[in-house]
């Protein structure tokens, strides 16, 4: 139990911290933090939360991850269920604090798309459904290398949950363009549900998409990187 709330945990600081700089400050007049602030946002809320509860359930907070981790031999199947539920409880509760937020301001009238991920029309950048299914299968199955490699046994020890910080900021200055960064299923549900347009009807490609990359990357270290 002490398991699953740490990823309810982590995961709502995750969408909390990501999800909210992205809706309240990157394009706030004249000091708006813009695409590298989010993207920091992101890296840094991973970053923290692997610090504070990592050592209770490894720090998943991400359905992918936790697939990811289990098809490179570091997860046991039996605890995925409760995990991903877990880590969408989180992101939904944290989606719908934001909305509590948001729904406050004086000049309120909808969401928008309240940091949701989609293609095509919905896509920041219009970019296409094939596009952004490649870039998140990439994405994903890289940053599942990251986190496996850098909490591999001979890696320097104390140092990953900066590494993975770090490669969840540099995916989204990559891909925020292109789908407003996924490689998160839960992160990306649990604003769909919120926004305003059809980000709900797009959302399967959010979970297909980083689920698969993330076991390819599992499998990759796992054939590759796993034995001297």
Not at 126 to 150: C, D, K, N, P, W
């Given at each position: 139990m002490k398991k699953l709330f740490a990823e309810f945990f982590g995961t709502f600081w995750l969408v909390f911290g990501g999800c909210g700089s992205a809706i309240f400050a990157a394009a706030f007049p004249e000091l708006g933090i813009g695409f590298l602030g989010v993207a920091l946002a992101f890296g840094l809320t991973v970053l923290t939360m692997a610090f504070a509860v990592g050592h209770i359930s490894g720090g998943h907070f991400n359905p992918a991850v936790s697939i990811g981790l289990w098809a490179g031999g570091k997860f046991e199947a039996k605890s995925?269920?409760?995990y991903i539920v877990a880590q969408i409880i989180g992101a939904i509760t944290a989606a719908?604090?934001?909305y509590l937020i948001v729904s406050g301001k004086s000049d309120f009238n909808g969401v928008g798309g309240f940091a949701a991920n989609g293609y095509d029309a919905l896509s920041p950048g219009g970019f296409s459904m094939i596009s952004a299914?490649?870039?998140e299968v990439v994405l994903t199955a890289f940053f599942l290398i990251v986190i496996l490699g850098s909490?591999?046994?001979r890696a320097p020890k104390g140092f990953a949950p900066i590494a993975i910080g770090l490669a969840l900021?540099?995916?989204?200055?990559i891909s925020i363009p292109?789908?407003?960064?996924?490689?998160?299923?839960?992160r990306s549900l649990s604003q769909a549900i919120f926004a305003d347009g059809a980000y709900l009807s797009q959302v399967?490609?959010?979970w297909v998409a980083p689920i698969a990359g993330a076991i390819i990357g599992g499998i990759i270290h796992k054939s590759f990187f796993e034995k001297e």
């Amino acid at each position: 139990m002490k398991k699953l709330f740490a990823e309810f945990f982590g995961t709502f600081w995750l969408v909390f911290g990501g999800c909210g700089s992205a809706i309240f400050a990157a394009a706030f007049p004249e000091l708006g933090i813009g695409f590298l602030g989010v993207a920091l946002a992101f890296g840094l809320t991973v970053l923290t939360m692997a610090f504070a509860v990592g050592h209770i359930s490894g720090g998943h907070f991400n359905p992918a991850v936790s697939i990811g981790l289990w098809a490179g031999g570091k997860f046991e199947a039996k605890s995925l269920l409760g995990y991903i539920v877990a880590q969408i409880i989180g992101a939904i509760t944290a989606a719908a604090v934001l909305y509590l937020i948001v729904s406050g301001k004086s000049d309120f009238n909808g969401v928008g798309g309240f940091a949701a991920n989609g293609y095509d029309a919905l896509s920041p950048g219009g970019f296409s459904m094939i596009s952004a299914l490649v870039a998140e299968v990439v994405l994903t199955a890289f940053f599942l290398i990251v986190i496996l490699g850098s909490t591999n046994f001979r890696a320097p020890k104390g140092f990953a949950p900066i590494a993975i910080g770090l490669a969840l900021t540099l995916i989204h200055l990559i891909s925020i363009p292109i789908t407003n960064t996924s490689v998160n299923p839960a992160r990306s549900l649990s604003q769909a549900i919120f926004a305003d347009g059809a980000y709900l009807s797009q959302v399967w490609l959010f979970w297909v998409a980083p689920i698969a990359g993330a076991i390819i990357g599992g499998i990759i270290h796992k054939s590759f990187f796993e034995k001297e």
